[in-house]
Every structure is written in C-alpha cells, then in structure tokens.
C-alpha cells in the first residue's frame, strides 16, 4: 500500500543545497551546523564576512560543507545577486532559511525614517525578494524546495513594552508571507512553513537581556531556551518526512507566553 518506510522520519539532506541568511550569529549560526550536520551543503550569508569564515572553519572540522557568501538584506542587487553565486558554487538552493532579522528597539514614534527603512528592509522586504528569487530558480530547473521562514511569538502578542512595535509588525508579515507563498508555490512541490520562536538565547536576544533585564522569572518553565532546542523542528520542516506540511507556522515557545 505505501512505499514510505516505517516510521517515515528521515533528516538525511544529502545532496541538498542549503542558503541561510543572518549566519553569523545566533540562531542563523546554529541552522547553519544542524543543516550542514544532516548533510546539506551549507550558503552561509550575513554582512559579517569574518564571523561566516569562522562559521565555515567550525562546519569543515565537523565535516561539512558551508561556503561564506556576502549579505546585505536591505540591498536588492546583493540579495538577487547572492542566489546566482550560490547556484554556481554549489548548485540550486533547495532549502532557504529566512532567518536574518534585527530589533527596533524603540518606541514607534520615536523611530527614525531611516531605522524604519531598515528593519521593513531586513525583516520582511529582504525575505520576500530572496524568497521569490529563490522560488523562479527552482521552478525554472523543475525542482522541489523547502523554504523555512523564522518569525517570533512577538508576531502575536505584543503588550506595549519593550520597544518593539516594528518588530512585531515585521514578524506578522512574515507569517502572513508564509500563508500565502505556500498557496502559490505548492503547485511547484515547493514547501514554505514558518518557526516562532519564543525567547531563545541569540546575539539579538542577549542584547535585549542585557537593556532591560532577565524576563525568565516570568515564564512558567523559568528559563531561556538554548538554541539546540529549535534542531529537530528546523530538521522536520527540510527532511523529506514532512512532504505535505506547508503553510505552516509553529510557535516554539517553551510555554513561555499566552495563547
């Protein structure tokens, strides 16, 4: 009746070709290792070149593969470029990432035109140009892809503290962008789900530690989640296993926040 194995939970992503974006911190940095761990050649992007070289360095003792490309997500000739030399370094990108992303950490109106720019440009423009770019290659070679988008449960809940108005706005549209690429491109076998994450450690989120203080004695579970939590919801969004999951969007919160 079925060709699938028993159980149907392979992580094996040889012969994928992986782009992860914001790399060189965080939890882009940890993407990059699991990806490359499971067999994934690894497109390594940020603005931070000599953090991806050390990234590269670490995946290669492990025994992966993971090449460092230059990325400035508020450019669009840097993102549409960065796809055509991942395609001739590595092959087409198979799996794509979305994770870079940066704080407002302002009150709204309090923000500069320029900081507004940024943040729309790094969070949600950025990921929706290199989504599609992505997208037209893999349809143009006939091939399926898995795009994971990471947003935040700050997409859903804000309570007006914190600075972080824009953010939330960003993360929602990511969500929402999503939804609605899964819709068009299932045609294509090409898979878009979304991560939010709730707070894990990362560059962004000890930064934000640091300004305003510890916020785990609120939380029912008292902690901060290690990054290494976030691996086996990454892997199952890439594997093959989760073929027929697309347009989701999983909160991975450690019970941290309301529902």
Not at 19 to 42: D, E, M, N, P, Y
Not at 58 to 83: C, E, H, R
Not at 84 to 97: D, F, K, S
Not at 173 to 198: D, K, Q, Y
Request: net charge negative.
């Amino acid at each position: 009746m079925t060709d699938f194995p028993l159980p149907n939970t392979s992580d094996d992503l040889t012969g994928e070709v992986a782009l992860v974006t914001g790399a060189s911190s965080g939890l882009g940095w940890r993407f990059a290792r699991v990806l490359a761990a499971a067999g994934a050649k690894v497109a390594i992007t940020a603005r931070r070149v000599e953090k991806l070289d050390e990234l590269a360095e670490l995946i290669a003792k492990d025994g992966g593969v993971a090449t460092p490309f230059p990325l400035d997500m508020t450019d669009t000739d840097s993102i549409l470029g960065v796809v055509g030399q991942v395609e001739a370094a590595l092959g087409t990108p198979t799996i794509l990432v979305n994770n870079a992303g940066i704080p407002d950490a302002q009150r709204a109106h309090k923000m500069s035109i320029d900081l507004i720019d940024r943040v729309f440009d790094t969070n949600l423009r950025g990921p929706f140009v290199l989504s599609c770019e992505v997208a037209r290659r893999l349809i143009d070679a006939k091939k399926p892809g898995r795009m994971i988008n990471i947003s935040s449960v700050g997409a859903f809940h804000y309570d007006g503290n914190g600075g972080a108005a824009l953010y939330s706005i960003t993360k929602s549209g990511i969500a929402r962008m999503t939804e609605v690429l899964s819709a068009e491109w299932s045609r294509f076998h090409i898979n878009v789900n979304c991560i939010a994450p709730g707070a894990f450690h990362s560059e962004m989120m000890d930064g934000m530690l640091e300004r305003i203080g510890d916020i785990s004695a609120h939380f029912p579970r008292k902690r901060i989640a290690d990054p290494a939590q976030l691996d086996s919801t990454l892997l199952y969004l890439c594997a093959p296993a989760s073929e027929c999951v697309t347009g989701a969007v999983l909160r991975v919160d450690d019970g941290q926040g309301p529902r």
